[in-house]
C-alpha cells in the first residue's frame, strides 16, 4: 500500500497512545493508576463500585422485531438511544441492503451504537457502547419501543475493566 504509514498515526505521539503491547494492566500502587483514579480528570472513563473502566458496552438483541428493514426507523431509534442516554450524536450512517438488512452506525462523542439486521426473521444486532456519564442501558427500553417488541437479550462488558487495577488502598 502506497500510504501504509498511516497506520502508524497515534502510536507514541503526544496523546499518550503506546504502540500495542507495550505494557499490561497498571499495578494499583502505581503513580499512573494514581492519576487514572483521580476523580478530576476528563477522560471520560467510568469510576464505579472501586472500578475503573473505559465504558459500558451493551451486546442487544431484539428478537421478533417490527420495522428492522426501515432505514428511517433505525436512524430514529439512534436518535432516540442518543438523548435518552444522555448521549452526544456526531454522526450517523446507514446501509440498506437488497433484497433486505440494514447496517448502520451512530459514532457518538462517548463512542458509538451500531447495527446489523436481519427482517426477514425479526432479529437485530445491536451494539451500544458509551463511556463517561451515558446512560447505555436506557437504550434497552428505546429499542424495545422502536421495534414493537419486548423480546431482548443483553450482554454487558465493561470495557478496560482490569486495565487500570482496581482502587487504590489509601
Known sequence: MKDADLFQLGIGLETGAHEE???GPIAA?????CELLDEDRHDHFIRRDGKVFAGTHLIIEVMDGHGLD???RIQQAFRDCVEDCGATLL???THKFSPQGVSGVAVLSESHISVHTWPEIGYGAFDVFMCGDAQPWNAVDVLKAAFQTENVRVKELLRGDGIVADEVAA
Open 21 to 23: 503491547g507495550s505494557h
Open 29 to 33: 500502587n502505581s503513580n499512573l493508576a
Open 70 to 72: 426501515d432505514e428511517d
Open 91 to 93: 454522526h450517523i450512517h
